[in-house]
């Protein structure tokens, strides 16, 4: 069944702010987790991932943190551009298993 | 940097004919994937494919669907007798390890009519 699931569908922000966005997982069995970008007509496009034995993980401009606890992993886009408008997914895979879980995506419109 | 091509971009076909929609994977990857996106839906997984056979596949992957390396570098996704509802963004993905460097193509967007 379905593991992962966003809380909001848009998130509107405008741009040279930071965005967050959300994302709640319910398999505890869940150890790798990846945000996604898709842009309109193209492919999910890889942004960073995470390991269940770390909390923070940075890249440019985006950090994802993991909160095991609760089960909840966010997204945080500093400085968003033009260029991050688009339809980001969480997804995630337990140990040994190779099938990416999805969830529903959530829209970030940035405002110039 | 390394691609996951597909192709067509779009594929327009009659109820109740075959496609055979197709992809090259990363040169190095050694797990292959489909996966489909119907419109304004979530991504899901169709099948996995490792050392030329099925590893995993979705409930969504019946008998109408196959999948095939035929040579070194294809990989196809076959659907045999295409309904309406099969109708949908088609995304090829590779990955060297189970998880590492999962990367998706652009997508075949087929169309049943």
């Known amino acids: 069944g379905e593991s992962v699931g966003l809380h909001l569908p848009t998130l509107s922000v405008q741009e040279g702010d930071n965005s967050i966005i959300n994302c709640a997982y319910s398999?505890?069995?869940?150890?790798?987790f990846i945000w996604y970008k898709q842009e309109s007509g193209k492919g999910p496009q890889f942004i960073i991932d995470?390991?269940?034995?770390?909390d923070k993980r940075q890249g440019q401009r985006v950090t994802v943190l993991l909160n095991k606890t609760v089960k909840h992993l966010s997204l945080q886009i500093a400085a968003t551009q033009p260029g991050d408008s688009a339809v980001y997914f969480c997804?995630?895979?337990?140990?040994?298993?190779?099938?990416?879980?999805f969830g529903k995506g959530n829209q970030v419109v940035v405002i110039p | 940097e390394p691609e996951v091509t597909q192709t067509p971009s779009h594929q327009v076909t009659q109820m109740g004919q075959e496609v055979i929609l197709r992809c090259v994977p990363i040169?190095?990857?050694?797990?292959f994937y489909w996966y489909r996106q119907i419109l304004g839906q979530k991504v899901e997984f169709l099948v996995s494919?490792?050392?030329?056979?099925?590893?995993?596949k979705s409930e969504i992957f019946d008998d109408q669907f196959s999948v095939e390396r035929p040579d070194g570098s294809n990989f196809t996704l076959k659907i045999r007798s295409t309904k309406l509802e099969d109708s949908a963004m088609y995304f090829c993905?590779?990955?060297?390890?189970?998880?590492?460097?999962?990367?998706f193509g652009s997508g075949t967007r087929l169309t049943v009519v």
């Open positions: 993905a590779s990955s060297v390890g189970t998880a590492k460097g999962y990367t």
């Open positions: 398999n505890s069995a869940s150890d790798y």
């Open positions: 995470i390991r269940s034995n770390m």
């Open positions: 997804a995630d895979l337990s140990y040994g298993n190779n099938r990416l879980a």
């Open positions: 040169s190095n990857h050694l797990y």
């Open positions: 494919f490792y050392n030329n056979e099925i590893s995993e």
